[in-house]
């Protein structure tokens, strides 16, 4: 008896070889009928024998190609069509869109050995892809995910692409960037002031420039890198001088694992996420010939950044220094080159994505420009990790992992939220997904700001959703909350401001799909607080929309406001005069311009408001310690606090060097205390985290204990220190308390959209 069935997938199931696969699956199920991208997602019809059927439903779903996700299948009972006799696969029918477009993933195996085999006539083609791998995301501006709707639509295909592209039975099938060096995109090579340079070669040429101790600015999948010789001293101070970026350290590109290894130590989890489809940078532990071998990339610091190639492109640069070898054997070895590859974005502006900007905006930045003819329509950075307890954590989310939903555990409404002023990336809900944006960056400049409308706009064309509700930060001065302002009074839709540690921790419930009742451990540098003050340092109950302070850090003064988070010297200074010790400021500080009127201001409580911030007694223990006195990028004083705390070892808590009082006051005067007339640096940096983690456990176990609330989510860019948040999971684990963190989002302001965009809905569901 035949039977009939409609069949709807829903997930992410355009352009990643789905419906050849389903094609081959039915042909060898000898089942009929069809299948078609639609807005949906991919829908069929069926016809067969009961079994059959049933067997495809299953093997779709267990067989998927590597980077589809099945979120669901639905199905319906169809009259059989008796004339029915094959399987065919349908253009693609529009509508409103609920699917989601892939993400920009790294060359796959089977690409890479057409790249190397000389007879091939894609042998060495740097824009080689097919339906398990390539640009996505960054070069679609609409759905269905058709070649039309892509920066690849105006490159005609010649008739042997074309073959591959009709043949249901071909890899290429339906490979939307698919191409050849007949048809498709093609490098070119310039010098800084758009002279172009008469090349065979640009690969070639690219590799003896960077060789040479240049910088060349390469066009990627999400926008253009300025890569250097890692091994290259001169090189790399060349490159730290003209970002101005002081020694804020580099991502470094090396082939494959095993040249990882050469420099950082890294287990099993870590080395897949390296070698991963996403390609992301990911933070490992440095070997100490590293700081040798690559001198001034990761300065002062335990960790370093490491990718692998992920285009062609770069696989090529490999593939030319290492003498042009045949095949794919050599991809295995280790091998020597290793490239400084950062943003080209001058002065922390978003990154350059088009040919002409990049001649424009990388004057005095780069030597040459490696570029090609198709467009970026979507900017976005490569995406760094680390793995933290075997878990990957999220520090900057982009290239490989935008746009992939976040399931949030609850429906609602679609909402816009416009997240933070740091860090800033926005999110658009549909049902239970989350699409979290690429990351934008600081809303401090006036580029910066309309690469954040350019976010919003693409994303919500891109998922066809109009937002219902609207939320944001509380802060009124960020560009975020007052574009949020803008939105809902325009469209006339409810706005939702959250305060900025309620969204911390909202984010990781929504990322765990949690809506009951939990604590929080919000840790950060600065959000707007309910009293108009400076917080950091709480400890909340968030139970949906509805957010309590049960208790928060002591206050450190800030003397001379923000210019106190970007110098850690004053916040030493603050907590000598807390400590009572105003007078050891001078003798301490000295040397630095205004130590002398630190004390009195101090005093007067002048310029030196109050904050509970975390951020800031990690601070005050690099400043006391000498570890960082004045920062030259965000974070470092508590970057090089942890490297020198890991390098030390383990020792004991100081046990009495803080305290809680009635009002759930956590006061850690004690311990900074403690390290004022400490002569060992790591030691005092390994007894500040050590007894900070002590310090978080009682208070947070005490709160646990009152409330009765046993589930604790730990949220905010305190947590991006591993020593922290392994330390005190795992304490917290060992009193029978369930703990949650960030992973998927970032735990820092990155996240914040995130978070707001989950209150927001449970506001609309009340």
């Excluded at 029915?84 to 993400?103: E, K, L």
């Excluded at 066809?464 to 949020?484: G, K």
């Excluded at 030390?648 to 403690?674: E, F, I, K, M, T």
Aim: include cysteine; glycine fraction near 10%; charge should be negative.
């Amino acid at each position: 008896m035949l039977e009939r069935r409609r069949v709807r997938v829903s997930g992410v199931v355009q352009g990643v070889g789905f419906r050849p696969f389903v094609y081959r699956l039915a042909q060898e199920l000898d089942l009929a009928g069809w299948v078609r991208n639609d807005a949906h997602g991919v829908e069929m019809e069926v016809q067969g024998l009961p079994g059959n059927i049933s067997a495809l439903l299953v093997r779709m779903v267990k067989e998927a190609p590597r980077l589809a996700r099945v979120d669901q299948v639905d199905t319906s009972g169809r009259a059989p069509d008796l004339e029915d006799r094959g399987f065919t696969i349908r253009p693609s029918r529009g509508g409103a869109v609920t699917t989601a477009i892939g993400v920009d993933t790294a060359v796959c195996p089977d690409c890479l050995a057409e790249l190397f085999d000389p007879t091939d006539r894609r042998w060495r083609y740097p824009f080689i892809n097919c339906t398990q791998c390539g640009p996505r995301y960054t070069i679609t501006h609409s759905l269905p995910y058709d070649r039309a709707n892509t920066s690849m639509a105006r490159f005609v295909q010649c008739e042997a692409c074309q073959d591959e592209y009709d043949a249901p039975t071909h890899r290429r099938f339906h490979a939307e960037p698919n191409a050849c060096p007949v048809c498709g995109p093609a490098l070119s090579y310039y010098r800084i002031d758009g002279v172009r340079v008469a090349t065979r070669d640009p690969v070639a040429d690219a590799l003896l420039a960077i060789l040479s101790g240049q910088v060349v600015a390469i066009k990627g999948l999400g926008g253009f890198n300025l890569v250097c010789d890692a091994r290259n001293p001169e090189a790399v101070e060349r490159l730290r001088a003209r970002k101005a970026r002081g020694g804020k350290p580099f991502a470094v590109m090396v082939l494959n694992g095993a040249s990882a290894r050469r420099y950082a130590r890294l287990d099993a989890d870590e080395a897949a996420l390296l070698d991963g489809p996403e390609r992301p940078i990911v933070l490992l532990e440095k070997r100490p010939e590293a700081d040798l071998d690559l001198w001034g990339v990761a300065p002062e610091l335990d960790r370093i950044g490491l990718m692998l190639p992920n285009t062609p492109l770069h696989y090529l640069l490999f593939h030319d220094e290492a003498g042009r070898p045949d095949g794919r054997g050599w991809l295995d070895a280790e091998q020597p080159l290793a490239l400084v590859v950062t943003s080209a974005n001058p002065g922390g502006e978003p990154l350059v994505i088009d040919n002409e900007a990049a001649m424009r905006r990388l004057q005095g930045l780069a030597d040459f420009v490696l570029t090609h003819d198709r467009d970026i329509l979507v900017r976005a950075d490569d995406s760094v990790m680390r793995v933290v307890d075997r878990a990957p954590m999220s520090i900057r989310r982009g290239r490989g992992y935008t746009p992939q939903a976040i399931r949030i555990g609850r429906k609602g409404p679609p909402v816009l939220a416009t997240g933070g002023y740091l860090k800033n990336a926005i999110c658009l809900t549909r049902g239970d997904e989350a699409f979290l944006s690429q990351h934008v960056g600081d809303l401090d400049n006036a580029a910066s700001c309309v690469a954040m409308d350019e976010a919003i706009a693409h994303l919500s064309k891109v998922l066809a959703c109009t937002p219902e509700w609207i939320a944001c930060d509380r802060h009124p001065d960020f560009h975020a909350t007052r574009v949020a302002h803008a939105l809902a009074q325009e469209r006339g839709l409810p706005l939702v401001e959250v305060q900025h540690h309620h969204a911390h921790i909202a984010a990781v419930l929504a990322e765990h799909g949690l809506t009951e009742p939990a604590l929080g451990l919000a840790l950060d540098g600065v959000g707007l607080g309910d009293d108009g003050t400076a917080w950091g340092g709480e400890l909340l109950h968030v139970d949906g929309a509805r957010c309590e302070r049960l208790g928060h850090l002591r206050p450190l003064r800030l003397p001379g406001g923000d210019r106190a988070a970007r110098e850690p010297w004053r916040m030493a200074a603050s907590a000598l005069f807390a400590l009572g010790q105003a007078d050891r400021i001078a003798e301490r500080f000295g040397h630095l311009k205004g130590a002398d009127r630190l004390a009195g201001m101090l005093e007067r409580g002048t310029r030196c408001p109050p904050t509970s911030s975390m951020g800031r007694w990690f601070d005050a223990a690099a400043g006391l310690l000498g570890v960082c006195e004045v920062m030259q990028y965000e974070g470092e004083a508590a970057m090089r606090l942890e490297a020198l705390a890991a390098g030390y070892g383990p020792v004991l808590p100081r046990y009495g060097s803080w305290s809680v009082d009635q009002d759930r006051v956590l006061d850690l005067g004690g311990l900074l205390a403690g390290l004022v007339d400490e002569t060992v640096p790591a030691r005092g940096a390994a007894v500040f985290h050590t007894t900070l983690i002590a310090a978080l456990e009682q208070w947070v176990a005490d709160a646990a204990r009152a409330t009765g609330v046993r589930t604790v989510a730990l949220g905010g860019g305190c947590f991006l220190n591993a020593l922290v948040t392994e330390g005190l999971t795992r304490r917290l684990g060992t009193r029978g308390l369930t703990v949650l963190r960030a992973g998927r989002a970032p735990t820092h302001d990155g996240g914040l959209a995130l978070g707001q965009a989950w209150v927001a809905i449970a506001h609309a569901m009340e």
